[in-house]
């Protein structure tokens, strides 16, 4: 698709989320069982409830011009899944495994804080109101399970991964 206007920048970003959402959506069962904390099992099935509503979010905007939403592939997403998935195979210990799945789920979340900000931004440009707010609840929502990964790695995780470390030294 060729971009004439901002307007054809909107919609391409917004295919390109919803690529994403949707992948995000096959990836995260299988970061529900590689994950050992409970802790983190359970943010990564809110997460993935989540997920599912932002991509409704985008279906909603989508209904609204009468858009078809695919046909975009979010490559970027993409290597950051494949990326996560090699770094998670590789952990030998647990701790250490789960500390992985916290960097590649954060990752992914900037990567869709800045895709939400970007489309959040073009919606306000174009005066389209209701979407800048369906967007700016989507990327209040990334960032907040930014935070919580990052309480989670803080308070938990990386710590059991330093222990699992000095157990084997």
């Given amino acids: 698709m060729k971009l004439h206007t901002l307007k054809d920048l909107f919609v391409d ?6 690529n994403a959402e949707n992948q995000i ?15 983190l099992k359970k943010a990564f099935q809110e997460h993935l409830e989540q997920t599912k509503t932002h991509a409704e979010r985008l279906e909603q905007i989508f209904d609204r011009f009468n858009l078809g939403h695919k046909g975009k592939k979010c490559k970027g997403i993409e290597g950051i899944i494949d990326e996560g998935n090699e770094m998670i195979g590789e952990a030998d210990e647990p701790a250490v495994g789960d ?11 900037h990567y869709e804080m800045a895709g939400y900000g970007c489309a959040r931004t073009y919606a306000d440009t174009l005066g389209d109101r209701e979407a800048a707010n369906l967007l700016q609840q989507t990327l209040a929502e990334e960032k907040e399970t930014d935070e919580k990964l990052t309480r989670i790695a803080e308070n938990v995780v990386n710590m059991q991964a330093v222990g699992a470390g000095n157990q084997r030294a």
């Fill in 13 to 18: 970003e917004l295919r390109d989320l919803y």
């Fill in 25 to 39: 959506i096959k990836a995260l069962p299988k970061m529900i069982k590689a994950a050992s904390s409970s802790e």
């Fill in 99 to 109: 500390a992985a799945l916290i960097g590649a789920a954060q990752r992914v979340e």
